[in-house]
């Protein structure tokens, strides 16, 4: 990933982990808490792609993981946002831009679902069975029905301001060497210019010489009228 990359995302974690932590956490809403970092994980991999997906949404699940107030293994968060960011980055068009909101609600939605489900499937796995006693169903609903509330004022700014600090180095390359390319035909076409005009003024003279015979690949003539006519140039 580049430096810019690495920055935004780092910040932006930050400052959803912290917003979830003071803010909603404190809401004491029914079922699950909004996971606001879930949601910037899900922004930044549909601009950045599944590499970048996969690599920001450990980086946020790492963090999590070891923030005062987690309780659970570390590393296991850093896994679930880490496969959710992965499978989120590859609903990027090749565009680089969804053309609509659909896409992006129903990648948030399917999120919220598999991140749950796979949260309460590694807690099962090293014996975490609070899942069990909120009731997994409860918790599948208010999650999904939390962040869909929540994502159309998160997600969209954070796709913004990704896309903003954007920086493409390749683009860039390809575009300089192609301005090298017509810089030097432009010098070729500038060579060749020269060496038609050496010919042209060479066919001239042996024209002039010859008296109306072929050359340089002119073909002057000395027609009856008097007026001198070069072929292929047309008289008005």
Sequence with gaps: ??????????????????????????LQLPGAVPDLLLLTVLALALVYGHTGGALVGFGAG???????PADHAV???ALVLCV?????GLTKPESGRHRSATVPMLVVAGAALSSTLLYAGVGALVGDTAARHVGLGVLLTTATVYDLLLAP?????VMA???RTEHDPLAEASGGSAVEGTRGLGGLSGSGGWLRGRTRAKGLGGA?????????????RSPKSGTGRIKGVKRL
Excluded: C, E, K, W
């Excluded at 990933?1 to 404190?26: C, D, K, P, Y």
């Excluded at 959710?84 to 989120?88: F, K, N, S, T």
């Excluded at 002039?208 to 002057?220: F, S, T």
């Design 1 to 26: 990933m580049h430096l810019n990359r690495i920055l935004l995302s780092a910040a932006l974690a930050v400052v959803a982990l912290v917003l979830q932590v003071s803010v909603l956490a404190r």
């Design 62 to 68: 790492l963090l999590a993981d070891l923030a005062p």
């Design 75 to 77: 590393g296991r968060y």
């Design 84 to 88: 959710v960011g992965y499978a989120a």
């Design 153 to 157: 004022f998160t997600v969209p700014a």
């Design 161 to 163: 301001l990704a896309r």
């Design 208 to 220: 002039a010489r010859g008296g109306g015979r072929r050359g340089g690949g002119l073909l002057i």
